[in-house]
């Protein structure tokens, strides 16, 4: 079982950046789906970003343009940059990996490994 650890948050003024990492130990990282999800205060859990075992990538639509996820597989990392963050991102962002695929997962449930988070606060 792979094992997930965020860094990288903080605090940030709106239209700001962030670059968040997540470093991931054991086996066949290459082999995983990896995403991002995030949760706001009192709300739920939700999808932000996913790239699969082949370089597929899917982003929530309000991500489009802003955050690019990325991962360096000789180094065992997940990226997600965030650019021109506005403070309805502000969240506590969560790495997850799933199984190896060539869709796109997107779902709570496709996941099986998370991180314990690394919290993003945009304000000014």
């Known amino acids: 079982q792979v094992q997930l650890a965020e860094s990288g948050g903080g605090l940030v003024h709106p239209g700001g950046s962030l670059r968040l990492s997540c470093a991931a130990s054991?086996?066949?990282?290459?082999?995983?789906?990896m995403a991002w999800f995030r949760q706001a205060p009192g709300k739920e859990r939700t999808f932000v970003a996913t790239?699969?075992?082949?370089?597929?990538?899917t982003y929530l639509g309000d991500s489009v343009g802003r955050f690019t996820i990325s991962r360096n597989n000789a180094k065992n990392i997940l990226f997600l940059q965030m650019n021109n963050l506005k403070p309805e991102d502000t969240a506590v962002y969560y790495c997850?990996?799933?199984?190896?695929?060539?869709?796109?997962?997107?779902?709570?449930?496709?996941?099986?490994?998370w991180g314990q988070g690394t919290q993003v606060t945009v304000s000014s």
């Open positions: 054991g086996r066949s990282f290459s082999d995983y789906t």
């Open positions: 790239i699969n075992w082949i370089g597929g990538i």
């Open positions: 997850a990996a799933g199984p190896k695929t060539s869709g796109i997962l997107s779902k709570l449930s496709d996941f099986s490994a």
